[in-house]
């Protein structure tokens, strides 16, 4: 079956780091994406891992663990734009996403 | 570019009657995705084109709905009839494969936000 998980909600501090974890079981693997999407509005794209390990760009880096199904997203000094869905998404081949609840991110001053 | 076009924004219909959503995805993009969002199953891959072939359609509630792409510039998801149940919003996505990429990022209109009374 497809499964994946990731927390419903976090709260940070404005300027702090923040951790998102995802975990995942899925029949097929073809990489992992990281959208944004704010309240109202389509998700955007923030970062794909296929290999193992850390991706970074700017304030967010993206990090996979393929034997453990596993991987997190990293927001580095947080502002309160910030404040949003982050929604863990797999790719099981030929294009298809298979996405995860998403964890709704509440930046406070 | 105008990025991914739905319409209409917001529809709001009665029980039983006939929805349609329209999209327009980004020029040149190869991949067409219609997807259902609502609180309770987060975001849904109903059905998925390339180069206006349905491939997967497993995630289609049902015989009420359906989807088509008649040229690369256009595609409708049909509701008929439609229930309270289908209250949501739907999203059109639309990506291509670049030439030395490893993935195809999607990207996403704005949504339609569906509500049946």
């Known amino acids: 079956g497809q499964n994946i998980d990731q927390p419903t909600e976090m709260t940070a501090t404005e300027g702090a780091i923040v951790q998102i974890n995802c975990t995942y079981q899925t029949s097929g693997f073809n990489g992992l994406f990281w959208y944004q999407q704010h309240a109202g509005e389509a998700p955007t794209f923030l970062s794909y891992n296929v290999l193992d390990g850390l991706e970074e760009k700017g304030r967010f880096s993206s990090f996979l663990s393929r034997s453990k199904g596993y991987s997190y997203l990293l927001l580095k000094e947080l502002q309160m734009k910030d404040s949003a869905s982050y929604l863990c998404?797999?790719?099981?081949?030929?294009?298809?996403?298979?996405f995860g609840a998403g964890t709704r991110l509440a930046v406070h001053p | 570019d105008a990025g991914v076009i739905q319409s209409p924004r917001h529809e709001v219909t009665e029980m039983g009657q006939e929805v349609t959503l329209r999209c327009k995805p980004i020029?040149?993009?190869?991949?067409l995705f219609w997807y259902r969002q609502t609180m309770m199953r987060g975001l849904e891959l109903l059905i998925y084109f390339n180069n206006n072939v349905p491939i997967d359609d497993s995630g289609m509630p049902e015989d009420r709905f359906s989807a088509k792409m008649p040229n690369a510039s256009f595609s409708t998801l049909k509701i008929q009839p439609s229930e309270p149940r289908d209250s949501a919003v739907y999203f059109c996505a639309s990506s291509f494969l670049k030439t030395g990429s490893s993935y195809n990022e999607q990207f996403f209109g704005p949504g339609t936000r569906l509500t049946v009374l």
């Open positions: 998404a797999v790719s099981g081949g030929y294009n298809k996403l298979i």
């Open positions: 020029s040149g993009h190869d991949y």
